[in-house]
C-alpha cells in the first residue's frame, strides 16, 4: 500500500481496468521504472517510505500548485487553488503584457477583496488576438466517474480527484465571489495584512487578460508562493458553419512540377482549386514535422525529429526568390533533370516515393541559394523570424548542423555534445555557425510556404483552411528529445495497452514527456509548440488526444504489457490548448478514436474541441449494435470514412482489405471467416443506405456506394465533413498498414485510381469520379437567383 500511495502521489497507476468487469494490477517493477523516470526513488522499501515522507511533506506544505487554470467567464470566481488559500492570504497576478492585478483570499465570515493597480486600469491591453469573454452561462461540469468506470482504479493525478478525469492538481471548491467591483483604488500592499472588516462587501476577483501570468501568494503568517497563473477563454473557435473539406497525404499528392514527393507548392495548388472548385472549406494533412535525417530515413510522419519545427523536404525550390539569382544555373539545370526523372519513375513508372532521393536533390539546390544573398527586405524578415523562434530554433539548426558530422542519434554524440547547454555544445555551435544558419535558413522558409499556402486556402474561400496534425510524440534520437531531454521521461516511450485489436499492447518509440516537469515550467514546451504548429493553420489535429489526459508508458527493453498509465493535468493542458487556440482564431480537432475513458469525450467538448467520427465505427454499442442513425452522431466532430490508417471506403466497401491482409500474414483467424464477418458488417450498411434512399445507383456499383456513404455523413449533424482524397478517385490501397513495418510500403504510396495507376495532382482534379462524388456536397439551387453557382469566395476574398 505504500508503495501503491507513493505512485498515486505522481500520478502513476498501480491497476488499470481494460473493461468494467476486469481489472489488471501493474506490476510493481512497472511502477518502480516509472517512478525512477519522474526523479522518485522507489528501489527499495526503506526508498519508498522515505520518497512518500517527502512527498506527503512537500504536499502539505505546498501553498499553490505549479501552475493554475483559471476560465475566463463573466463574473469569475477565483481559481480553486487561490479561493482555498489561508483567510487574508495577498495575491499579486502580474500579466504577461505588463500590467498587474490584486486580490485578497477572502474570510469565511466575509467576502474577498481585490483591485487592479490603476495602471492596469488605465490600460490594460489584453493580449494580441484575445477578446473579451463572452457573455454567456459557463457549461455545466461533466459528472464524475462512475463506480462501473473501467479507468474507475487508474491512480489519480497528483492530489486530483479520482472521480474526475481532469481534474487539477489539489485545487478545492471555488468560493462565490460577488458580482460588486470596488472603486478603483492604489494597488494595495501585498505585504500587508488584511484590514477588511468581516462580513462587509468587496470586490470579486479581478478581471484579468487572457494570457500566461505569474502569481504571487503571501499569507498573513508570512509564507510565500508562486505560480503559474492560465487565464483561458472556455472553449476553443468553432467552424462557423458546416463545412466540408479534403483529407490527404502531402507526400503522396506529386503534380507535374514536384520533385518526386507532393510539396507546399503542390498544397497551395490544391487548396486554391479545392475552395473555388468544388467549395471546401478546409484541407487536412498529415503532420509535417522535421524528419530524423538518415538512410533510409524513417518515412512516417508520425515519429518525427521535432514537432515544433517544419520539414525543408516540403519545399518547393522553384518558388523560393533567391533561386531566380543562382549564378551557377548549369548545376540547378541537372538537378531539375534528376528531379524530373525522379517524379516520371512514381508517377510512370510505378516507383514508390523515395523521401531521402529527394531530399539529396532538394538539399543541393538549397545549398546553392543559400550563398544567394539576402536583399533588404527578406533579410529583416527573416531576422525577424530568427528573434520570434528564439532559443528553441537555435537548438533545432544546432542540432541540425550536428548530426550532418556526428549521425543522427544524439546519445552516441561525444559526452560533452550530448548536454544542448554546455561549453563543448557552445562552441561547436560558433564553429559551425555556416551551417546553423543554413538549418535556419530552411525553417523560415518552409515556414514561409505554410504561409502562402493558408493564404491560397483563405483567398480560395475556404472558411477554416489548412488542418495541421500533432503527432503524439517524437523519435528519441531526435532534436526535440535533445533540446528538451529534460522535459522528457528517460527511458520510457509511449504505447497503449493490450486491446481487443493488440492483444499485446504497443510500444510507439515515442519519449513522454514528465507531467512534472511541464507544470513546474508553466506548460511552455508544450505552449511554444503549440503555437508553432497554429502559425499558419485555421485548425489543428490532435493525434490521439486522449493523450491530454494520460498515456501509456512502457519501460525501456519491456513488452507493451508491462506499462501502466500516467496522468497528466488535463485542465491545465486543455487551457493552455483553448488559449494559443483561441490566439490564433484557429479550430482544434481531437483523434479520440479506439478506447477512451469515460468523461474525457465530454470534457473535450466542454472546452469546444471536435472529436472525430468513422462511420464503421458509428454503432449502438451499448444498445442493438446496429449502425447508429445519423441524427445520433453528434455534432461536435469531424466526420469521416476512412482515415489514414483505416482501408480506403472503395478497399472497405469491395472486402480487398481482407485480402491484403491475409497475403501479408496479418489475419489471426481463417481468411474465409473474415470475409464472412466482413461482407456482413458491409452488407449491412449497404442496406441501411439504401433504406434512407441514399443509394439510389443501386448496391451493385462500387462508386454509387462511395458516394452512398458520404451522403450518409452530410446527413449527421457533424460541424465537418471529411473526404478522404483517395476515395474521391477510388484509391484502393491504404496508405498506412498498421502492424507491418517493411512488408508493405507504409508512407510511400502515391495517390492512385481503381486500377493502382498513379494519378498526379492534374489528374485528381480533373478525375470524373472526383467531380461525381462533389456533386453530392453540392449547395442546393438557389431558386430565388438565376440559378448560378455561388461564389465560393466572400466578397472581397478573390484576388481581382
Known sequence: MTLARLAALHGVATSYAPSADRTVPVPDATVVAVLAALGVDATTPEAVSASLATAE????????????????????????????????????????????????????????????????????????????PAAETPDAEAPGRRASDPQAQDAAAPGAQASDPQAPAAQAPAAAAPDTQAPAAQPPDPEAPATHAPGTEAAPWPVLPLGVHRATARTPDGRTARTTLVVAPERTPQPPARTHGFLVQLYSLLSARSWGMGDLGDLAELAGWAGRAVGAGFLQVNPLHAAVPGTPTDPSPYRPSSRRFPDPVHLRIEDVPEYAHVRERKRLDELLKAADALRRSVLEEGELIDRDAVWTLKREALEALHEVPLPPGRRAAYCDYLAHQGQALEDHATWC??????????????????????????????????????????????????????????????????????????????????????????????GAPPDAFNAGGQDWGLPPWRPDVLAASGYAPYRGLLRNLLRHAGALRIDHVMGLFRLWWVPRGQEPTAGTYVRYDAEAMLAVLVLEAHRAGAVVIGEDLGTVEPGVRESLSRRGVLGTSVLWFERDWEGTGRPLPPTAWREACVATATTHDLPSTAARLTGEHVGLRHRLGLLTRPLAEEQA????????????????????????????????????????????????????????????????????????????????????????????????????????????????????????????
Open 57 to 132: 511533506r512537500a504536499a502539505a506544505d505546498r501553498l499553490l500548485p505549479p501552475t493554475v487554470v483559471h476560465w475566463q467567464t463573466p463574473s469569475s470566481p477565483p481559481p480553486p487553488p487561490l479561493a482555498a488559500l489561508p483567510p487574508g492570504t495577498r495575491v499579486r497576478v502580474e500579466t504577461e503584457d505588463g500590467g498587474a492585478a490584486d486580490w485578497t483570499a477572502p474570510d469565511p465570515r466575509g467576502a474577498a477583496r481585490g483591485t487592479q493597480a490603476p495602471a492596469t486600469q488605465a490600460s490594460h491591453p489584453r493580449a494580441p488576438g484575445t477578446q473579451a
Open 401 to 494: 548542423a550536428l548530426a550532418e558530422r556526428y549521425g543522427a542519434d544524439w546519445t552516441r554524440w561525444p559526452a560533452g555534445l550530448r548536454d544542448p547547454r554546455s561549453a563543448a555544445t557552445a562552441r561547436a555551435r560558433r564553429e559551425l555557425i555556416d551551417r546553423v544558419d543554413f538549418h535556419t535558413r530552411l525553417a523560415w522558409l518552409t515556414d514561409t510556404q505554410l504561409a502562402t499556402a493558408q493564404r491560397a486556402a483563405r483567398e480560395a474561400g475556404m472558411a477554416v483552411g489548412l488542418v495541421h496534425d500533432l503527432a503524439v510524440g517524437v523519435h528519441p534520437e531526435g532534436a526535440d528529445a535533445w533540446a528538451q531531454q529534460r522535459t522528457f521521461a528517460q527511458g520510457m516511450s509511449v
Open 677 to 800: 464477418e466482413d461482407a456482413a458488417e458491409v452488407g449491412e450498411w449497404l442496406g441501411y443506405l439504401a433504406r434512407l434512399g441514399l443509394l439510389p445507383e443501386g448496391a451493385r456499383g462500387e462508386e454509387g456506394a462511395v458516394r452512398a456513404v458520404y451522403r450518409f455523413l452530410l446527413r449527421t449533424p457533424a460541424r465537418m465533413v471529411g473526404v478522404w482524397l483517395p476515395d474521391a478517385v477510388g484509391d484502393r490501397r491504404p496508405q498506412n498498414l498498421p502492424g507491418t513495418w517493411d512488408q508493405y510500403p507504409n508512407w510511400r504510396l502515391p495517390v492512385a485510381g481503381p486500377d493502382g495507376r498513379p494519378l498526379a495532382l492534374e489528374d485528381v482534379v480533373s478525375s470524373p469520379r472526383l467531380h461525381g462524388l462533389m456533386r453530392v456536397f453540392a449547395p442546393a439551387p438557389d431558386t430565388a437567383t438565376t440559378g448560378a453557382r455561388p461564389r465560393t469566395a466572400p466578397p472581397g476574398a478573390r484576388p481581382t
